[in-house]
C-alpha cells in the first residue's frame, strides 16, 4: 500500500511566475517554503481542490519540484515502484485553465503527473 497524489508539476520559477502575476510577494521565501505559501494562498481564497506538495520528480531524480494536486489517496494495491497511473479527468483540465490564465504558463509547461509516496516514507 502506498500513498499517491496526482497532479501537475511546477518547478519553483513557474510557481514565483504565478504568485509575482496575482500580486502575491514571495520574493522573501527560499524554495522550499513556496508549497506551503501556495497552500495559504489558497485557504485565503476558498480554494480546497488544490493543494501544492513538495517533493522530487521523477523519484530519485533529486529534482526538486511542486505538484500542484488534484486528487490523493492510499492506494492498496500499489507499491512505490508499481503503481497505477492516475488519469487526468475533464474536471482537472477545467481547473488547469483557470491556472494557466492566472499563471500565464502554457498547457505544455504543466505535465500531469501520479507520483507514488511523495514524502518518502516507504
Not at 18 to 47: C, V
Not at 81 to 98: M, P, S
Request: glycine fraction near 4%; charge should be negative.
Amino acid at each position: 500500500m502506498v500513498f499517491k497524489i496526482a497532479g501537475w508539476v511546477f518547478s519553483f520559477e513557474q510557481v514565483r511566475t504565478w504568485l509575482e502575476k496575482q500580486g502575491q510577494k514571495h520574493q522573501h521565501l527560499p524554495d522550499e517554503f513556496l508549497a506551503t505559501d501556495l497552500n495559504y494562498w489558497f485557504k485565503e481564497r476558498d480554494i480546497d481542490y488544490l493543494w501544492a506538495v513538495g517533493t522530487d520528480y521523477p523519484r530519485g531524480s533529486l529534482q526538486p519540484v511542486i505538484v500542484l494536486v488534484r486528487r490523493r489517496r492510499e492506494d492498496p494495491k500499489s507499491t512505490v515502484f508499481r503503481f497505477y497511473h492516475v488519469r487526468e479527468l475533464d474536471a482537472d483540465r477545467e481547473v488547469k485553465k483557470q491556472v494557466l490564465e492566472e499563471s500565464g504558463l502554457k498547457d505544455e509547461d504543466l505535465p500531469w503527473v501520479t507520483v507514488a509516496d511523495p514524502f518518502f516514507r516507504c
